[in-house]
């Protein structure tokens, strides 16, 4: 009766050692669903509902692809786009003021502004006029989008209205939130022009940058990388 139960106890601990290894080998994978680092990052934060992602491929050409958090998908994660973009006309890695690059990181949506009717955002939308700049200038409006008649600064940034259909709709993103002179300014995501590069922004179609600003809400994070892995855990 002895060697029955010390058998029954043998078995039952090999058993319970094998359910633990296998317990631990199996997490990592649950945590690790996602081929893309990002994904995997925000996948338990609750902070984050939406994923935009734009990796380079060849010269001023990337990828924007943007994830939608969905618990029902294998992967928490629903891909809602995928398209074509323009990056800056020197790539990326922004440094300064008029360098013509795309700047690298995560970075969080501000408002949305258009020459167009808000296409249906819940962010902030504002409609832009004839006396609207995007101030590049060193001084307090730097960084800015100011109307110049609200404010009584005569700017010599970009005025919005002559970028059409660029400014058609176009996302605001937190870079240099100090508005710190010269370290870049007005870095949007928005609609390609007739050229296959920009001055520092990200250009999409403007059927796709609609649906960006759809899509997109308080709870998106932008992530601008130029290699898979660079914010991965």
Not at 193 to 222: P, W
Request: glycine share 6%; with cysteine; hydrophobic share 35%.
């Amino acid at each position: 009766m002895k060697i029955k139960k010390v058998l029954i106890f043998t078995i039952a601990t090999i058993l319970f050692l094998n359910i633990s290894v296998f317990a631990k080998k199996k997490t990592p994978e649950v945590l690790t669903i996602n081929r893309n680092p990002i994904l995997n990052k925000y996948q338990n934060d609750k902070k984050v509902q939406e994923i935009i992602c734009v990796t380079p491929v060849e010269n001023t050409n990337a990828i924007l692809k943007m994830y939608v958090k969905d618990q029902t998908q294998t992967s928490g994660w629903d891909l809602i786009l995928a398209t074509d973009a323009f990056i800056g006309k020197r790539g990326l890695g922004k440094e300064r003021e008029g360098d013509l690059k795309t700047p690298i990181g995560i970075f969080n949506p501000t408002f949305a502004f258009g020459k167009r009717g808000n296409p249906g955002t819940t962010l902030k939308y504002v409609e832009i006029n004839n006396n609207m700049y995007a101030c590049d200038e060193e001084g307090k409006y730097y960084n800015q989008i100011i109307d110049v008649t609200k404010v009584k600064h005569e700017c010599n940034g970009e005025h919005l209205m002559d970028y059409i259909p660029q400014y058609n709709y176009a996302l605001c993103i937190d870079f240099n939130p100090k508005n710190i002179f010269p370290d870049g300014s007005n870095i949007f995501i928005h609609v390609k022009g007739n050229k296959d590069y920009t001055a520092g922004c990200i250009a999409v179609d403007e059927e796709s940058m609609i649906k960006i600003l759809q899509n997109t809400t308080k709870k998106t994070k932008i992530v601008i990388y130029e290699y898979e892995h660079q914010f991965g855990e």
